[in-house]
């Protein structure tokens, strides 16, 4: 079945570092890919998603290139700040698949001043 | 925007009490999901309905029923609480049926059986 694998937990960085959260998956076919962060005391939200192959994905400074020939979807960001403190969680959506999404169990970021 | 609204952030209840947890979406999304949320475990799927009365199971069903009367509202019921339902429940909606939609959720409510 479906799986999707990330970094071990936690990363901790200083303010301005620069970030990479591994994510690599296994699916079938050409799935649509995600990452969610999720603040302290709060639900996930959309970060970014790439629906093919060479897209990538962007909103506040983060970055992920869908790269299909190694099955990954990095999550970068250049200059982190500690306001990026929270879990991210990558997921795919296998296409054609209806509704479900497969999850990774999360990667807690720390950045300390 | 999509809000996602789930009625409690923190219920505490007691083994053998039916419990139950209440979502409502304002978009008119056709799909509503329930996940729990563990530690190390990531998020795991409950039950999901793609419309009105209809629904799913996911990966972790048992010990959980699920009910979806109207379009915008999606409750998920345990039947008889057992401690090892402590957790963090997760509601969220989708539009349509496409792979490149993204979920929306809730804030999560943190519930603790005693």
């Known amino acids: 079945g479906d799986s999707v694998t990330q970094m071990e937990g936690p990363v901790t960085l200083s303010e301005e570092a620069f970030l990479t959260i591994n994510c690599t998956y296994t699916?079938?076919?050409?799935?649509?890919l995600f990452w969610y962060v999720q603040y302290p005391g709060e639900g996930l939200q959309l970060l970014l998603k790439?629906?093919?192959?060479?897209d990538k994905g962007s909103n506040k400074g983060f970055e992920a290139t869908y790269r299909k020939e190694t099955t990954s979807f990095h999550l970068e960001k250049g200059s982190v700040q500690v306001s990026d403190s929270a879990v991210y969680f990558c997921a795919l959506s296998p296409r054609g698949g209806g509704n479900k999404l497969t999850f990774g169990t999360g990667t807690q970021l720390k950045v300390e001043l | 925007d999509v809000k996602v609204t789930q009625s409690s952030r923190y219920l505490v209840k007691r083994t053998g009490e039916k419990v139950f947890l209440e979502c409502v979406q304002d978009m008119d999304h056709e799909n509503m999901f329930w996940y729990r949320q563990d530690p190390g475990l990531g998020l795991r799927l409950i039950y999901f309905?793609?419309?009105?009365?209809?629904?799913e199971k996911g990966d972790i069903p048992e010990g959980y029923s699920v009910s979806r009367e109207k379009k915008e509202r999606f409750s998920l019921i345990l039947e008889s609480a057992s401690t090892n339902q402590t957790s963090m429940y997760l509601c969220?909606?989708?539009?349509?049926?496409?792979?490149?939609?993204?979920?929306?959720f809730g804030d999560g409510t943190r519930l603790s059986i005693l």
């Open positions: 309905s793609y419309d009105v009365k209809m629904k």
């Open positions: 790439a629906t093919k192959a060479d």
């Open positions: 699916a079938t076919g050409y799935p649509s």
């Open positions: 969220a909606s989708r539009e349509g049926r496409g792979s490149n939609q993204p979920q929306h």
